[in-house]
C-alpha cells in the first residue's frame, strides 16, 4: 500500500527559482493538505483542498500556490524560491469531516 | 499565545518507565483531537484518535481528553526503546474543518536500553 506519495524527497533550489512538490494518494480520500515543519514549530498549514475543484488557504500560504489536478493529486509550487521556505514539506489525506491526517514521508527543500 | 502549547522535553527515560505527554489548547470549539508519532526523517503517523472527553487505550498507550480543563495526555506504559521518537498532538475543529489539524510543537522522547 503506497498511501501518500510525495516527489521529489530532497530538492536544492537558489533564491528566485521555482519549483513543483507533487503528491498522490491512493485511499479514495476527498481532503488534501500541504504543510511544513520547521525545527522546534511543529506543522503549519499551508494549503488544503476539501475536495476536487477547491482549495483554501491554510495558517502560511504566502509564496505558495497550488492545485488540486484531480481527487488523487495536490501539487504545491514556489513560485519564487526564497531561503525562508527552507523546510520539510509534508503532503497529506484525510476522509472528508474526518480528523485523522495521513501523511507522506515529505520532502526536504533547502533554498540557497 | 498558540492554541496549542505542548510540553517541549525532551524527555529521557529508561525502559519499562511510565511516560506521560501533554498538551493544553485555547479554542473551545476542538473536537477531534490526536497524537501523531514521527521518527527521524519520516513522516507523523497516527498513533491515537479520540473526539470526545474521556480515556482511550490501545495496547499500551493511553489517550485522555479533559475539555473542561482544555488538557489532554498520552500516556506509554512500559516504554521501549522502539518508542523513542517525537510525539506531536493535534486538535481540528468539528465538520468541514476536521482535517485542518493544529498541531503542537512536539516532545521528542528517548526510551534508554
Known amino acids: 500500500n503506497a498511501g501518500v506519495t510525495q516527489t521529489p524527497k530532497f530538492q536544492v533550489l537558489k533564491t528566485g527559482q521555482s519549483m513543483t512538490l507533487q503528491c498522490a494518494q491512493d485511499?479514495?480520500?476527498?481532503?488534501m493538505y500541504w504543510y511544513r515543519q520547521d525545527p522546534g514549530m511543529g506543522l503549519r498549514l499551508i494549503y488544503y483542498?476539501?475536495?476536487?475543484?477547491?482549495?483554501d488557504k491554510g495558517e502560511v500560504p504566502n509564496g505558495y500556490n497550488v492545485s488540486r489536478l484531480n481527487k488523487r493529486e495536490f501539487s504545491l509550487r514556489l513560485e519564487s524560491a526564497a531561503p525562508s521556505q527552507t523546510s520539510v514539506y509534508f503532503c497529506?489525506?484525510?476522509?472528508?469531516?474526518?480528523?485523522?491526517?495521513?501523511f507522506g514521508e515529505g520532502s526536504r527543500l533547502t533554498v540557497l | 499565545q498558540k492554541e496549542v502549547e505542548q510540553d517541549p522535553g525532551p524527555l529521557s527515560v529508561p525502559e519499562g518507565a511510565i511516560v506521560s505527554l501533554n498538551c493544553t489548547y485555547s479554542?473551545?470549539?476542538?473536537?477531534?483531537f490526536m497524537w501523531y508519532r514521527q521518527y527521524s526523517r519520516k513522516g507523523p503517523e497516527l498513533l491515537m484518535y479520540?473526539?470526545?472527553?474521556g480515556n482511550k487505550e490501545d495496547g499500551r498507550f493511553t489517550a485522555q481528553v479533559d475539555k473542561s480543563s482544555k488538557y489532554i495526555s498520552l500516556f506509554i506504559r512500559d516504554s521501549q526503546p522502539s518508542d523513542s521518537a517525537t510525539y506531536l498532538c493535534?486538535?481540528?475543529?468539528?465538520?468541514?474543518?476536521?482535517?485542518?489539524?493544529?498541531f503542537g510543537d512536539g516532545t521528542t522522547l528517548t526510551v534508554k536500553p
Open positions: 497529506a489525506s484525510s476522509e472528508a469531516g474526518l480528523g485523522e491526517l495521513f
Open positions: 493535534a486538535m481540528s475543529e468539528w465538520g468541514t474543518n476536521a482535517g485542518k489539524s493544529t
Open positions: 483542498s476539501a475536495s476536487e475543484g477547491t482549495t
Open positions: 479520540t473526539y470526545s472527553s
Open positions: 485511499m479514495n480520500h476527498n481532503s
Open positions: 479554542n473551545s470549539a476542538f473536537q477531534y
